[in-house]
């Protein structure tokens, strides 16, 4: 399944890039939807290296990914109304559509791809890693600068949100869509950065950024990244792709090394919470239509 390749240049048939092999003609990584979720998600290490293997895909992903998800839309809606929580915050409304590209044959793709970055910021030099609430890792109004704001939405050590783009205005965050496949990126992925202090290595070069805190999250970031996908999921209708920053520049040049640390079976975790939550609200909804329709009256 790991393919590498460019394109050789002006008039060439268009290559598969990186090493999930991106084709450039039909704007997708090689396979099915969840032998690309298995490429894109392989562990990243120090300096970027990416595992060889493809990762085992947790049932509380596999679950839904390529699935309808439109089921969930009424569900979702009361669960964020329930928990203080806007729309805006995880995204943009659920009622607006995702971004989407235009291919070469005419053919309009919506946002396929669910990216999962890390900040690698504050960088704290030689300095231990703060505690998790410590106001130093959570203050997000640090990426709401037009220099810092490089994905769609930022989630801090505590699990709060700032969405510097809504899911509907196409973005670029990775050396894949900037690099490589270009304007015709822009719209195809969704971006979701995760605080994430780092250290420097004394063993490395002045200036890393090399170390990260173990574990790399907190639950309330894997509980509110499960959130985001299933907003951003129910918005498109089936089960996005989810990819690590690394994974998916992997094999080009100059690619990132984040996240660092990410737990592949907490975020299924987190995901299978959300799922019991949003099934026992569905019930309750469910009932209470039923209900109103017994009513004198009630159409």
């Not at 396929?112 to 970055?117: A, D, L, M, R």
């Not at 690099?179 to 490395?204: A, C, M, W, Y």
Request: proline share 5%; glycine share 10%; net charge negative.
């Amino acid at each position: 399944m790991l393919a590498c390749g460019f394109v050789l240049g002006l008039g060439a048939q268009p290559a598969n890039a990186g090493g999930c092999g991106f084709d450039l003609r039909q704007l997708q990584f090689q396979g099915s939807d969840l032998e690309q979720s298995a490429c894109l998600l392989r562990t990243v290490h120090v300096g970027g290296v990416v595992d060889a293997a493809p990762a085992k895909i947790p049932d509380g992903m596999r679950h839904l990914v390529d699935r309808p998800m439109r089921v969930w839309k009424d569900a979702l809606r009361k669960h964020i109304a329930l928990s203080g929580l806007t729309e805006k915050a995880l995204g943009g409304s659920l009622d607006a559509p995702l971004s989407s590209v235009l291919r070469e044959d005419g053919g309009r793709i919506s946002a396929h791809y669910f990216v999962i970055h890390d900040t690698s910021w504050p960088w704290l030099d030689a300095q231990p890693f703060p505690i998790d609430t410590d106001s130093q890792v959570n203050d997000l109004g640090f990426y709401a600068h037009a220099s810092t704001a490089m994905a769609h939405v930022f989630v801090n050590r505590l699990g709060k949100t700032l969405t510097t783009h809504e899911f509907e205005e196409p973005w670029r965050a990775t050396k894949l869509e900037n690099k490589v496949i270009g304007l015709h990126s822009r719209g195809l992925f969704l971006h979701v950065e995760l605080v994430q202090p780092r250290r420097r290595d004394t063993n490395g070069p002045a200036g890393n950024d090399a170390l990260a805190p173990e574990p790399g999250f907190t639950t309330a970031q894997y509980d509110t990244l499960a959130l985001l996908y299933m907003a951003a999921s129910v918005r498109a209708g089936f089960g996005l792709v989810p990819g690590l920053h690394a994974a998916i520049d992997d094999g080009l040049t100059g690619g990132h090394d984040d996240p660092q640390n990410f737990q592949l079976e907490e975020f299924a975790a987190a995901l299978i919470r959300l799922q019991t939550r949003l099934s026992a609200l569905s019930t309750n909804l469910v009932s209470t239509d039923s209900a109103l329709a017994k009513e004198p009256g009630v159409r």
